[in-house]
């Protein structure tokens, strides 16, 4: 006589909000695609296509404009995210660049589909950088979105999001930004799926090694901190809320 197998757990909703074309690749590519091949729902949210600033190789090729700029980043950042996961969904707000400004549509347009989407997680800018002023913009942008869509009197079709975690992905200086890891995510099942979409950011193919670099030391620092010894490959990330529990361990 077998017994009905316990149910796996539940289909998780993660949202990435990226300020620029190829930030969610190199920062979150490897949480993107171990959570789509777990079958979760992952949705990339890009505010720019970093066409202005951060597009350096492309500006370097003779007659280069505004306009093809963004078509190619647009098309590598699709790329991209078809490599982390066939079901990765994508959209891009061409907010602009260098400077990102906030608008009142911008801001209505994340909260509607933050609403639409009721994440469970969310993944975003640390708070501080110094070196990009459109990321730690766009930190306190989700914030702000998030507080919005869980306002019961809003106006929205789809009902107020709950609580999401929001963690924040490392800068490329942590140092310099006070980025904290307090969670290591082990990718190593997926770090090859990372580099595909890394390789694939054509216009800053420069930071591909930075990253791989990275995410090896990361890893080091996931099994010194008890995680299982197999892992080589890991992401850093800082929460922004408390987590809870019935324990301290």
């Not at 066409?51 to 980043?73: A, C, F, H, N, Y």
């Not at 639409?116 to 990321?135: G, M």
């Not at 216009?203 to 299982?228: E, I, K, M, P």
Request: charged share 20%; net charge negative.
């Amino acid at each position: 006589m077998t017994g009905t197998p316990p149910p796996g757990p539940a289909p998780r909703t993660v949202l990435i909000v990226s300020a620029h074309a190829a930030d969610f690749v190199w920062r979150a590519g490897g949480a993107a695609a171990l959570y789509a091949a777990r079958g979760d729902a992952v949705h990339v949210r890009c505010l720019s296509f970093g066409e202005r600033g951060e597009s350096q190789g492309l500006w370097k090729q003779p007659g280069m404009d505004i306009g093809t700029v963004k078509e190619v980043r647009r098309e590598e950042a699709a790329r991209a995210a078809a490599a982390l996961g066939e079901s990765l969904d994508i959209d891009f707000y061409d907010a602009g660049d260098y400077p990102l400004v906030v608008t009142e549509q911008l801001q209505e347009r994340l909260v509607q589909d933050m609403r639409a989407l009721q994440p469970d997680v969310i993944l975003t800018h640390a708070a501080r950088d110094p070196y990009n002023l459109d990321h730690q913009l766009t930190h306190e942008f989700v914030l702000r979105c998030r507080m919005i869509a869980q306002a019961a009197g809003y106006p929205s079709a789809h009902p107020p999001i709950g609580a999401p975690q929001v963690l924040l992905f490392e800068p490329h200086q942590p140092e310099q930004c006070g980025f904290v890891p307090q969670l290591l995510l082990d990718i190593t099942p997926v770090a090859e799926t990372k580099l595909k979409a890394m390789q694939i950011m054509g216009a800053q193919g420069h930071l591909v090694d930075y990253y791989t670099d990275l995410a090896r030391r990361r890893g080091v620092q996931y099994v010194r901190n008890g995680g299982d010894r197999g892992a080589v490959h890991a992401e850093a990330y800082q929460r922004v809320f408390p987590v809870t529990a019935k324990e301290l361990v």
